[in-house]
């Protein structure tokens, strides 16, 4: 609005003539500002504006499923965090590993194994150091060893995932909940006005639609960190099989 008045009074100042140069171009930058000043703020309302909007659909969306839709983000999230640092933790250069096992088995016997192993994180060290230390009771302790241990690092690596395959589930079911209780909400209003008028059930609408949005959005996000921890449980699992076999090749051409 201060931008058209600006330009309606150089425009009148220029017709009439009734200005000189020097005012005109002082105009003129008063203009510039004017618009420069518009722009910024039209950036900054627009960055906040996102935020606000967001916040009024929350609030429009009803306390009661709106926050339980949250806490299921909030779980989610926190226990999907959990597990990609642990597997990230867990994940081993398995060759490396092997290399050193080997060369220790060659110089100092299984006791300088098992120290290689006692000194390296992961579940396949692990597994290493359980079947290494079976290698007394013959091969087949051994690997009877190796297979029952690496069940168990196994149920460590997926241990707590169920919970965010729950959370995925749940928070669109809440979300069509929502939109059934705003339905039934809005044909109380039309059955008590008796009387079919949009103003009556535009809000039993809004209300039914924004819980669905925010529990399928919720679910998206959920289901995008459970496929990549899964990915990487399976990658993890792989390389325990394969370097079981490795180990176990190992040990028969050490007694050998």
Known sequence: ???LFSLLAITGMMAFGTTNATTIANTTAAVTTTIQEDATEAVADEDLGFHQELKKRFIE???GFMGIVLLCLIL???IAIERIIFLNLSTTNTKKLTQSVEDALSSGGVEAA???CRNTKGPI???YY???DRTDEGIEAAEKAVVAYGGVQMGQLEKNVSWISLFIALAPMLGFMGTVIGMIQAFDKIEAAGDMQPSLVAGGIKVALLTTVFGLVVAIILQIFYNYIIAKIDSIVNDMEDASITLMDLLIRNKK
Do not use: T
């Open 130 to 132: 359980q079947g290494l």
């Open 1 to 3: 609005m201060k931008r």
């Open 76 to 78: 989610g999230l926190a």
């Open 125 to 127: 060290a692990s597994i």
């Open 114 to 116: 098992k120290e290689v």
């Open 61 to 63: 969306g009803g306390a």
